[in-house]
Each structure stands twice: as structure tokens, then as C-alpha cells.
């Protein structure tokens, strides 16, 4: 659910009104009062794919039609999707046209059937297209893949986004979605900030999708100030000045507070950021105020210390002693960062979630620590993001820290959103 926090997120800073319809861990459906600008996708780290609404299917006929591979449910599903707007984006396509399908579903009996439900309703699109003096080819997924569906650097590379030619099946559990991806993610851009800034470290950094994630989890826009007091190379900090923020960084290592300078100033270069406001301290966090100033930021989003690298999952009381030995760092640094922040300033910090041999999650104990100095949790979902039929979004409205963990991965975060 991180994705959907920090949408919720970015679009609550920006008074962007809208309503979650239906949330799964495949997609989301949401509606917005006024068109969604496409170029949003730019400023998200957790979203692939934005598609807009063209018509809704009962998703119990979608299972007639191809689990009991009922042939009128089939003619069915056919009409509706070519009767709607959209085949309109492709109709108007001036050459031979590729278009492509993908289906999201998180219903397991429907899940192997993607790859036929995505044959089916290619070649449906196809037949339509050549009645209306269209010829097209259609782009599939082949038996290699797990799901029925074109990734973004495909769409970005076959420049489906034009004439609007991927179509997105979302199959829900009562209902199923159909839409036109109208914009991807741009993984070459995240890429380019990542590899070829001047200075990496490459053990130790932060993939910059999941930076901008937890920069705008914390509500950072244009005429905020936003620190990071583990900066590293700048990771964090690239991604907030990205949104026009002014940013400040620390850390300990000299040569990380220079190569930070150098990577932000290549940024402001390559993106041609006017008026970037940027500096790098180096300094130790315990000193953090007097090094910053008091009251002087509107947001701290920093990853602290995860802990070793683990080439194994580690044994529950090794895991145990991993956090006991960070937990000083994490306990003084909310401490100071408490100290920094203006009043009703946010802080984002990651802790490390260890993942255990008997899989169970080994956390850093911080609330007692939070209540002492003053932080409150924002709870990444509240009641007035859904509309009233959403199902069962009531299982999300206690959800008081976000998890990040690959499933190869030892070690994870655990994101913490709080509030001075």
C-alpha cells in the first residue's frame, strides 16, 4: 500500500480532490473532481501506469465468459469494450497501428486465464479496427510471463501512449475497469539519476523511486524546505529539489557532504532548475539543531542506518541485537529532528524491518520514544479518501507505518510518517 499512500499523499498537499473507488495490490481506481494532469506520473515514484476510464464490465460475466467459456458472455464483452471510447485514440492513428492489452486482476481463479482473456480481446480490437478502415497489429505477452502484461518501458518504446493504443483490463472483484493508458512511468529518468550523477554508493543507496516516495510522503512541494540529516550523496535531497524545494543535507563523511554538492549541482545543470536552493553540511546528527537551527525546516525525510548487509536471514536474537545497536542512533536523531522542525513539520524516516529465519519481522521499538518528544503518527489513510462503496477500506484506516521489502531482500524498511 505504499504506492497508494503516497498518491494520497501527493494529491492531499496539492488540494487535488479525489476518492479511492477500489484498491487492490495490482491497481487502484480513483476519481478525481477535476482531469488529472498526465505529467502527475513524473512527480510519483510508486506508480507505473495511469490510464483513464472508458467503460465497466461486471466482472462475473468476465468469469462466464472464460472460465465457463461461454460464447454469448464473450460476444458480450466484445460489444462493450468496442462500443466505447476506447477505440477512438487508434481509429484516428495515421499509419498501421500497434496496440497493446494488459490485464490486472487479483482474483486467482482468473489470473491463468490472462493470456487468453488477452488474445480474445486483441484480436475483438483488431477485427473492429479493420471494419473501421484501421489495419493494426497486436502486441501480446508470450507464455514466458506470469502475467498478461506489457511493462512500461514496452509501452514507452512502442509509443503506445500517443494514440492511446494500450488498453488496460482491471478486473475487480465485482467489477472490471476498462481503460486507456494515457501515461507510464519513465524509468530511463529515475535511471539517469540514479547512474550517471557523479558520485554513488552504491551499497548503501536509495534507489531514487523509493526517495521520491517517502519525499512525498512527507508533503514536500515548491516553497518548503526539506532536510536530510543522513544525506549520503543526495539521493533524498535530488528528489526534493526535483519538486522546487529548497533542501538541506548533513552527514559525518566529508566526502559524502562533497559528492552531495557535486551530484546537486548536476542536477540543477541537467534539469535546468532555476533558482535551486541547496546546501550541504557535514556534521554529526547529535548536533543536528545547532547545526541546522531550530524550527528551520518544514520536512526531515532520512533513512538513518538499516544495519549490515546479510547474505542469510538472520536467527531472531541476531536480528534482536542488529536494532539494539542502532536503536541510539534512531532515538537521538528523532530527538533532534523534533528540534529542527517548524510546528506541524512532518518527518519520514525509515527503519529497518529484519526479516528472521522463521520469517517473522524484527521492528525498532520508537513509539515510546515518538510520545516523549512530541510526534504524532499521520495514518497514511483516513475515512474521506474513499468513496462509500470502496470494500473494505476500513482494514486500512489503522495503518501506522508502511513496509518496503523485497522478497529477496534480509532487510527491509519500515516507513514511519509523523508530525511535530
Known amino acids: 500500500m505504499l504506492s497508494l499512500a503516497e498518491l494520497a499523499t501527493y494529491f492531499q498537499a496539492r488540494h487535488i480532490q479525489f476518492k479511492i473507488e477500489y484498491f487492490s495490490t495490482e491497481f487502484f481506481t480513483l476519481t478525481f473532481e477535476s482531469p488529472l494532469d498526465i505529467h502527475t506520473i513524473e512527480n510519483l515514484g510508486g506508480t507505473i501506469k495511469i490510464a483513464q476510464l472508458k467503460t465497466t464490465l461486471p466482472s462475473k460475466t468476465l468469469k462466464v465468459a472464460f472460465l465457463e467459456k461461454n460464447k454469448p458472455a464473450q460476444k458480450q464483452i466484445t460489444q462493450i469494450i468496442t462500443r466505447s471510447d476506447a477505440l477512438e485514440g487508434m481509429a484516428r492513428a495515421s499509419d498501421k ?16 486465464l490472462g493470456g487468453r482473456i488477452q488474445r480474445f480481446i ?17 502486441m501480446g505477452t508470450g507464455p514466458d510471463r506470469s502475467e498478461a502484461q ?25 467489477q472490471t475497469w476498462v481503460a486507456n493508458t494515457i501515461a507510464v512511468h519513465n524509468p530511463f529518468e529515475f535511471q539517469k539519476r540514479d547512474i550517471y550523477k557523479p558520485n554513488q554508493r552504491a551499497i548503501f543507496g536509495m534507489p531514487p523511486r523509493l526517495a521520491r516516495m517517502m519525499v512525498n510522503l512527507s508533503a514536500c512541494m515548491q516553497g518548503k524546505t526539506l532536510l536530510d540529516a543522513f544525506c549520503g550523496v543526495g539521493t533524498i535531497l535530488q528528489e526534493a529539489l526535483l519538486e522546487q524545494a529548497a533542501v538541506v543535507g548533513l552527514d559525518v563523511n566529508s566526502w559524502c557532504v562533497k559528492a552531495a554538492e557535486e551530484n546537486l549541482e548536476w542536477l540543477t545543470d541537467e534539469y535546468g532548475i532555476q533558482g535551486a536552493e541547496f546546501r550541504v553540511l557535514q556534521g554529526n546528527v547529535e548536533r543536528l539543531a545547532e547545526k541546522v537551527g531550530l524550527e528551520s525546516v518544514d520536512c526531515v525525510v ?23 545497536k542502532l536503536e541510539p542512533l534512531f532515538l537521538g536523531f528523532i530527538e533532534e529532528a523534533y528540534r529542527v522542525l517548524k510546528p506541524n513539520g512532518r518527518l519520514v524516516v525509515a527503519t529497518p524491518f529484519i526479516r528472521t529465519r522463521s520469517r517473522e519481522a524484527v521492528t525498532m521499538p520508537i513509539d515510546e520514544k515518538l510520545r516523549g518528544v512530541g510526534f504524532k503518527r499521520v495514518y497514511a489513510f483516513t475515512d474521506d479518501m474513499f468513496s462509500s462503496e470502496t470494500p473494505e477500506h476500513g482494514r486500512l484506516m489503522g495503518t501506522a507505518s508502511l513496509v518496503e521489502i523485497d522478497e529477496r531482500h534480509k532487510i527491509g524498511r519500515e516507513i514511519h510518517i509523523l508530525q511535530k
Do not use: M, W
Request: glycine share 8%; with cysteine; proline share 6%.
Open 97 to 112: 497501428l500497434l496496440f497493446g492489452i494488459s490485464i490486472y486482476t487479483s482474483d486467482n481463479a482468473i489470473k491463468p
Open 122 to 138: 486483441g484480436s475483438a480490437i483488431k477485427s473492429e479496427l479493420l471494419i473501421r478502415g484501421k489495419k493494426s497489429s497486436f
Open 150 to 174: 506489457l511493462s512500461h518501458v514496452e509501452v514507452l518504446k512502442k509509443n503506445l501512449i500517443e494514440n492511446h493504443a494500450e488498453i488496460l483490463l482491471c478486473i475487480g472483484k465485482t
Open 302 to 324: 532520512s533513512e538513518p542506518d538499516l544495519g549490515p548487509a546479510l547474505r542469510e536471514s538472520p536467527t531472531g536474537p541476531y536480528a534482536q541485537r542488529i536494532i539494539e
